[in-house]
């Protein structure tokens, strides 16, 4: 198992920056990628941006040029710092693991949520 304590939420206003960190912890192994997601009322979770265990980065369209993902040496903490924030930016923020784990089928992956923080963009 892998639990993941997420931070960094809040109000900003247009234009602003703020920096989200999720701590890892628990079975820390085999870890795919890393990453955050987020969400709006009725709509579906959508991707921000995710790093894997390599290293290669992947963005959204919509945040591409503005939000950086980013991890620690130990591959234990991620985060994502987003600057030149917009109101379309609200939502619930959430952190993802992806591990690959052994199964009786082979391998597979297994998704691993924080608690979600909210990051509201207005003036």
């Known amino acids: 198992q892998v639990q993941l304590v997420e931070s960094g939420g809040g109000l900003v206003q247009p234009g602003g920056s703020l920096r989200l960190s999720c701590a890892a912890s628990?079975?820390?192994?085999?870890?795919?990628?890393m990453g955050w997601y987020r969400q709006v009322p009725g709509k579906e979770r959508e991707l921000v941006g995710t790093v894997t265990s390599g290293g290669s980065t992947n963005y959204a369209d919509s945040v591409k040029g503005r939000f950086t993902v980013s991890r620690d040496n130990a591959k234990t903490t991620v985060y994502l710092q987003m600057n030149s924030l917009k109101p379309e930016d609200t939502a619930v923020y959430y952190c993802?693991?992806?591990?690959?784990?052994?199964?009786?089928?082979?391998?597979?992956?297994?998704?691993?949520w924080g608690q979600g923080t909210q990051v509201t963009v207005s003036s």
């Open positions: 628990g079975s820390i192994f085999n870890i795919n990628a």
């Open positions: 993802n693991v992806d591990q690959r784990v052994w199964t009786s089928t082979g391998w597979t992956s297994r998704d691993y």
